[in-house]
């Protein structure tokens, strides 16, 4: 409890706020003081007065390169953005039928997904307190939708439990839950906790328990009704002659310690995965293409930049056509927001200083991998009652999720196949796009036996071979030692993107460092 | 569907300069969550460096890129390709941790060795990847 110098409590503040002026202005007192704010975007920009003739240099059109983009325009600046491929968006990107995508080592893939269906290789989720992302989809008319992080009937899955047969996560939810509730409840109730928990806590907390973990009036986790209410029946509740349930038999609690499937149970609990989140309709590039709306008439496209040098009160850029070639060109302006990934721009002639290019040099981008596969109907919806959500294992693939869009269809859903990190992604960045779907489908058809009869087509995406970021996100060596460095002006140029975050790999941090970079260029520039 | 997945080959442009076509069993890569678990230099390379550098050493050129390993005259000094598996260095990640000592000197040894590069003194050692960790 902390009191003001008035000695108002804040409780008994907000109380007096909410009661004089409602639930707007006491949220608004809430994110003040530091409640309800665990985002730190601060609301739109609304930048005024920028110098006339004022030539602002963009590098990259990603979401961080867009939003400084589009909020510097608005305040009046001339804005220029160089991007190396044919579109804008990033990692904000979706591969969809008709698509083809060339990753380094010179591999094509041409989608062969139906009409609607799509695969997004990088960011696939949105918290609901990315405030700037899902601020700018409502400004930009971009359709979002619930993403299903969370599904009951999806599975956890140990190859080496349960005869590597897939479980579903609610039964072990509620059987993890009922025996930890269990023991605890006989602990307190038979031994009690002494200091821990007061004689009177301690009768709360066995009912608490009692009712957490479904647990039956000998405070016991046991097959019957009350367990089954929560894990599903072995006969479910029904109507007519046949409609009385039959009770469902738990899994001990050492068959679950004994699997890894406890694992993944907190995966919805997860800060950035707590429901409700969301996806845009469509694909995760309707954010990208919601930008490009915006501020795509500033983009010079295919521009790839080899040099970067700060001359005077200049700075400019050399770029190549990686359309036509042709000779250098050259833009410069007075000040420059570069987004680059940190891993191509340390292989750019640049001249930022030395403590700069040591943070530029010694940040690598990480290795992931994610496959999306095509498959001729819902099997998973139509056999097995799966309905978007995500089923985890520990076979390479690590995950399977299902599309939370367009349920109950008939014909071709694609689901997201393989999202694995580390060594596994490794391993599937060297195998070729034909032998990664063939790994893929090899574990994935240990969940659903239906995959190859049902496989359609594939796409993968390695990280590391993403021609335009090398790797997914970047990686820190010292973010404590080098993160307020890389945040300052060096020469005329502020660096921008997700790397410049304490959100990493999010659309969310890409944007919030956008919207800090402007802002403190905009006051460098008016203050000048 | 099953035709499709049969075993992976890798080429490989070795000691009298011929290219040759062998087979790499990856039948036992993902077998640890964490760790590469290949031992063979060949192997390492394909389940890890091939991955960037491409199956026969020849880089790839993107918006940045990676540098080719081919008559690379960077791997005359071995404790060079050491160092920057272990610590990493501009888009090279730090392998240091997927990668034990053996493991390392191993591939180091087969990619000084390989792909038009005949450095084949001053051969890696567990005990020298150890010091430089």
Redesign the interface.
Known sequence: MSFNPEGVTRRSFLGMVGAVAGAAAMYSAMSTMGFASPSNWRGRLNLQGAPDNTNILILGAGLAGMTAAFELRNAGYNVKILEYRDKAGGRCWTLRGGDSYTELGGSTQHIDFAEGNYFNPGPWRIPSDHFAVLDYCKRFGVKLEPFIQVNYNAYLHDSEAFNGQPQRFKEVASDFRGHVAELLAKVVDQTGLDQAVSTADAEKLVAALKRYGALNDNLEYVTGSESSKFRGWAHPEGGGVDGKPEPSQVNSLSDLLNSTLWRNLTAGDNLHMQSTIFQPVGGMDMIAKGFEEQVGELITYNAQVTRIRHEGDQVTASWVSTNSGGSEQTETADYCICTIPFSVLSQIDHDFSPRMSKIIDSMPYASAFKAGIEFKRRFWEEDEYIYGGISYTNLPITLISYPPYDMFSDGPGVLLAAYPWGAYSYQFNALSHEDRIAKVMEYGSQIHPQYYDEFKAGASVAWHRVPWSLGCYGLWKDREADYQDATAMDGRTLMAGEHISYLPAWMEGAVLSALDAVERLHTTITEA | ??M???S?TVLLLSMPAIAQEVAID?SN??D?????TQIDGASIY???????H??NGQG???????PALTNNPNLMATAYPISLIIH???????LGG?LDDEQISTVVNFIRANFGNHYTDNQASAELVKSMR
């Open positions: 569907m099953k499709l997945f049969t992976m990856t890569w993902f640890d969550p964490s760790t590469l394909a389940s890890v460096c091939a991955g960037c491409m199956s790839a050129q993107g918006a940045g890129k990676y990493g260095h501009k888009a090279m990640p730090s997927l």
